[in-house]
């Protein structure tokens, strides 16, 4: 037999004009990217460690950047730069810093370029000085469990779909923000009826321990009209997380859900970037146009976490024991929440403020009444009387119900609100039987609704109720 052909590969035929032109155009684009500065890339050395502060000499490094810390016998430690003072970098490790030494090497992050290559149309190219953390967003979290790192820690591993993303955002202009005009079906009939929220509403779920705030947060993510659930785990109990998955999202709910955990022993910065990842996370898909359901146990425990750093710093305590700094990192992260500009999408965040010692009057929590869109105040007394939700609806209140609830709405809300407050304030005379039927018409009124109103208001954790049967269900038990 003959012996086949042999092939040989050949370079394409390419007009010399066109070869020149490219070649010219690959040179120039050197010349350009050879002429932007290149700034050296310095090394510290760590010279002292108290406590959770590490401190370095010989960096020049704005607050936010990342380092790492590499020891002589010890693994690279992550590190982020909280503050400064002279010559000195003040960092806060993101893990165990045992077998760090005096001496160790504080390498920063490298600054991220984009190098030139032949036939490359992206020109100019520019250096970017953006030298903070970059986390993993995308479609690939749906369904995931990451820690505050973006590192899976549910079974399948790896994600795909995902693209690093810088973990701060620049603010939404307030003007350019819509309007929040749009109701929310949260499935909670307490909430849907005398608290009506609005689509891109910030609120808070103040309750002082063991009331029911995270079963009250499973009911909504398993119940509210959303696209995408964010649920941010930040300083809670490390058993929480599984449970919270697999008894309160369950398998469909945990479809169309993303949960970043940053349990109680994880250091205080990791705790902090816990927080900003899961509202970067929840920025990125309401960016894409989606409406998503922000989750975070708890806005408390991120306070506690930015006090942990401050003080550690050397900021000074001033309310109770919170430096100012704490204050102003509270509002930072809730206006990230909200609604986009015209046709993107919108975030509706609940927020869990933990009362200490069931006080209204916390910090923590008189300056998240400040800031937020409503607050929804769970009860102690209620439920230890086995009402559930403990949702005290007199003390609550959601600051856009008239803006997205109709007239007729409105007015029953209030009502009911109104007969719910004579009944409590009677509760110890009618008790005490100092109180005779017929002497006032409206008392009579809110004692003979006060069973129907408080059965309205309770819901098993397993029961969704919708939103419009919610509301006919209302206007039915006033017309009683």
Not at 247 to 257: A, K, M, N, Y
Not at 319 to 342: I, Q
Not at 379 to 389: I, K, M, S, T, V
Request: proline share 7%; glycine share 10%.
């Amino acid at each position: 037999m003959k012996p086949p052909a042999s092939t040989h590969w050949q370079w394409p035929t390419v007009d010399a004009g066109v070869r020149d032109d490219r070649w010219a155009r690959f040179l120039g684009d050197l010349k350009t990217f050879a002429s932007l500065p290149q700034p050296l890339q310095t090394e510290g050395t760590l010279v002292r460690v108290t406590g959770l502060v590490l401190e370095a000499t010989g960096l020049r490094l704005p607050v936010g950047s990342v380092c790492d810390v590499i020891g002589t016998d010890a693994q690279p430690v992550q590190a982020e730069v909280v503050g400064f003072h002279g010559d000195r970098c003040f960092l806060m490790p993101t893990g165990e810093i045992i077998g760090l030494a005096s001496g160790a090497r504080v390498v920063p992050r490298p600054v991220p370029q984009l190098a030139p290559r032949f036939g490359h149309e992206n020109r100019p190219w520019r250096r970017s000085e953006d030298r903070g953390l970059h986390l993993p967003m995308g479609e690939g979290l749906l369904g995931r469990v990451v820690d505050a790192h973006g590192r899976p820690l549910d079974p399948p591993g790896a994600m795909a779909d995902v693209r690093q993303e810088p973990l701060v955002r620049r603010p939404i202009n307030a003007m350019d923000r819509d309007p929040v005009r749009e109701p929310l079906d949260t499935g909670v009939r307490a909430i849907d009826t005398l608290l009506t929220v609005g689509r891109g509403q910030r609120l808070g779920l103040f309750a002082g321990t063991g009331v029911g705030k995270s079963v009250l947060l499973g009911m909504m993510a398993r119940y509210t009209a959303a696209d995408v659930i964010v649920v941010g785990l930040i300083g809670e109990r490390g058993r929480e997380v599984k449970e919270f998955i697999e008894d309160i999202l369950g398998t469909e709910g945990r479809q169309r859900s993303v949960v970043v955990a940053a349990p109680a022993d994880a250091p205080p910065l990791v705790r902090l970037q816990g927080a900003y990842y899961a509202t970067a996370i929840a920025e990125h898909f309401r960016d894409r146009g989606r409406h998503v359901l922000l989750l975070m146990d708890s806005l408390t425990r991120f306070a506690m976490a930015q006090r942990e750093i401050a003080l550690a710093i050397g900021e000074p305590p001033a309310t109770k024991g919170y430096p100012p700094s704490v204050f102003a990192r509270l509002p930072a992260l809730v206006e990230r929440s909200g609604n986009g500009t015209r046709g993107q999408g919108s975030i509706t965040a609940f927020y869990t403020v933990l009362t200490e010692g069931d006080d209204p009057q916390d910090p923590i929590a008189d300056a998240a009444r400040g800031i937020l869109d409503g607050h929804v105040v769970l009860a102690r007394e209620l439920a230890e009387a086995g009402h559930y939700p403990a949702i005290d609806v007199e003390r609550s209140i959601s600051r856009v119900m008239t803006a997205v609830a109709s007239r007729e709405h409105v007015v029953a809300a209030r009502l009911a609100r109104k007969l719910l407050a004579r009944a409590s304030q009677a509760r110890d005379l009618v008790q005490l039987g100092a109180y005779a039927p017929g002497h006032d018409a409206e008392l009579d009124l809110a004692l003979r609704l006060q069973p129907r109103l408080a059965a309205l208001l309770q819901q098993d954790m397993s029961e969704g109720a919708a939103a419009a049967d919610s509301v006919r269900r209302l206007l039915q038990t006033l017309a009683a």
